[in-house]
């Protein structure tokens, strides 16, 4: 959903599992905590279980099948058990992952998607991580968060990054500016590339245009900067809009929705928005 930068350059390890089973007998999953006062990286790797990335704060994101997703507080990546990726959490950022056990869980989703972390499933894990109770009540607690768990709509969450080298070069430095404005014939010029030569690359490789592409990572990217309560004037001024309604009527095409509809539809069951939630949460 959310275009983000990679390390650079980029090292992969093959993947790892950590030793051991992540979620006890008999209980269904467990959360961590992370208070990245520093950039954090979690180099490439998988677990026995399921996992659910989710933020507490601040910028985090996750890649796995050369796509990327920036984690807002309105969702968690849900990567299933066995599936190799990385993450990192900018300086900052609380972030949390919740295992879960495949086999006491029954979930059975094969991709990565997307979770809508409303207020009532953010409090039970909450709770679960930080509250003493009888084991039958925390087994009751933790098979209500599995039931409350609902994907998202996965052709809003992700970017295919390009995996040639030079290609990648470009998408790293968009992704970490989408503000910038080179036109394609000008980072053409920086590779001794044709513009057309540079267009067929990007098609080829994540099946846009390098303008489309931008334009999806500018979205993707406004996404975690309006859910932290920025205004949309702000976060179009941000991404190179001068005209307010030009960014809106891109995010309108890219989502199908306006920004305030987009995250009305992440609306608490209290009425609250969740883009200001993460917000509150320490």
């Known amino acids: 959903m959310w275009g983000a930068p990679t390390l650079e350059p980029p090292v992969w390890s093959e993947p790892t599992s950590p030793p051991g089973r992540m979620v006890p007998e008999p209980w269904l999953l467990t959360s961590s905590r992370y208070?990245?006062?520093?950039?954090?990286v979690w180099?490439?790797?998988?677990h026995h279980e399921h996992e659910l990335i989710w933020s507490g704060g601040g910028v985090m994101t996750v890649e796995a099948e050369g796509q990327l997703w920036m984690v807002p507080p309105v969702l968690g990546i849900w990567i299933p058990a066995?599936?190799?990726h990385r993450v990192r959490a900018e300086s900052g950022s609380v972030s949390f992952a919740t295992c879960f056990a495949p086999e006491r869980t029954g979930i059975g989703w094969e991709g990565i998607v997307?979770?809508?972390?409303?207020s009532v499933l953010r409090e039970l894990l909450l709770y679960n991580m930080n509250e003493e109770m009888p084991a039958d009540l925390r087994l009751r607690l933790q098979r209500l968060a599995v039931d409350?768990?609902?994907p998202v709509q996965a052709a809003s969450l992700d970017?295919?990054?390009p995996a040639d080298a030079r290609l990648r070069g470009i998408a790293e430095q968009i992704v970490a500016d989408p503000a910038d404005d080179r036109t394609t014939q000008e980072w053409a010029l920086r590779l001794g590339f044709s513009a057309r030569t540079l267009t067929r690359g990007f098609l080829r490789e994540t099946g846009l245009s390098l303008t489309q592409w931008r334009i999806l990572v500018r979205i993707r990217t406004a996404l975690i900067e309006i859910a932290a309560g920025r205004p949309v004037t702000v976060v179009a001024g941000r991404l190179g809009y001068a005209n307010p309604?030009?960014?809106?009527?891109?995010?309108?095409?890219?989502?199908?929705?306006?920004?305030?509809v987009y995250f009305r539809t992440f609306s608490t069951l209290d009425g609250t928005e969740l883009g200001l939630e993460g917000r509150r949460r320490r």
Not at 35 to 40: A, G, W
């Open 114 to 118: 997307g979770i809508a972390l409303t």
């Open 245 to 260: 309604s030009t960014f809106i009527d891109l995010f309108r095409q890219v989502t199908g929705h306006t920004p305030a």
């Open 43 to 46: 180099d490439t790797h998988s």
């Open 159 to 161: 970017i295919r990054m």
């Open 82 to 84: 066995g599936v190799p």
């Open 148 to 150: 409350l768990l609902r």
């Open 35 to 40: 208070d990245n006062d520093t950039p954090e």
